[in-house]
């Protein structure tokens, strides 16, 4: 099984809705990571977590939410959709050195 | 806030031929790791640098970590199709705790 597993994998919204995308871990680590992956722009940090009651702000974390409820879940909300969030994202978790990431979610606003 | 730059974006090779991606920064790292993303996969933790000077290799992989902390390089012997994908290197600055990515390098082969 993965270590690291994100549902759902692809997802097609509308304009100002809400969505979530979820993310698990099965690594024990305390530390947490959402990304987002555009073309040309590398990986960028949203939200991360370095354990169940820490939150911290990423680079770009306006129009996004995050919710740590328990050490082996973050999750990701879009509170009101809008296509320029259409993107790849992604979960990752850490202990103190490498990052191990999740399949990823392919998220599209219309 | 810091920021690591990758060059090139694109690299287009023959099959065989060698490969370098670099990494700069304007500021002192206290590591430099990469990872590989495969087309339609996920990044994939490669290796980490800590030390300056520092040079690891992995097969036909070379990773080198540079004096002054401050840059790294990937480079691969001999590519192979097996070595398709984008190459990201990332990095904490001193206190930071969490990584800055580069932009990547998008390596295609020719066969």
């Known amino acids: ?110 | 806030g810091q920021q690591v730059m990758q060059i090139p974006q694109y690299q287009h090779v023959q099959e065989g031929e060698d490969f370098t991606t670099y990494c700069n920064s304007s500021t002192t790292l206290s590591n430099i790791q990469w990872y590989k993303q495969r087309p339609g996969g996920h990044p994939v933790f490669l290796i980490q640098l800590v030390k300056s000077g520092e040079v690891k290799k992995q097969k036909r992989l070379t990773f080198q970590f540079g004096e002054a902390k401050k840059n790294s390089s990937l480079h691969i012997t001999a590519t192979q199709t097996t070595d398709v994908g984008t190459y990201f290197c990332a990095s904490e600055g001193f206190g930071n705790e969490k990584l800055t990515f580069g932009t990547g390098t998008r390596l295609t082969i020719i066969p």
């Not at chain 1, 995308?21 to 991360?48: A, F, N, V």
């Not at chain 1, 790849?88 to 990431?101: G, I, K, N, V, W």
């Open chain 1, 1 to 110: 099984d993965a270590d690291v597993t994100q549902t759902p994998r692809n997802r097609i919204t509308k304009t100002g809705k809400r969505i979530m995308l979820e993310c698990s871990q099965t690594k024990g680590h305390d530390r947490m990571y959402w990304y987002r992956q555009d073309p040309g722009l590398g990986l960028r940090l949203i939200y991360y977590s370095f354990d169940v009651k820490d939150i911290n702000k990423g680079e770009i974390s306006d129009g996004y939410s995050v919710s740590r409820q328990a050490q082996a879940k973050f999750s990701l909300s879009l509170e009101s959709a809008i296509p320029n969030q259409t993107a790849l994202y992604f979960c990752a978790t850490s202990d103190l050195s490498e990052q191990y990431f999740g399949p990823g979610t392919r998220l599209t606003v219309t």
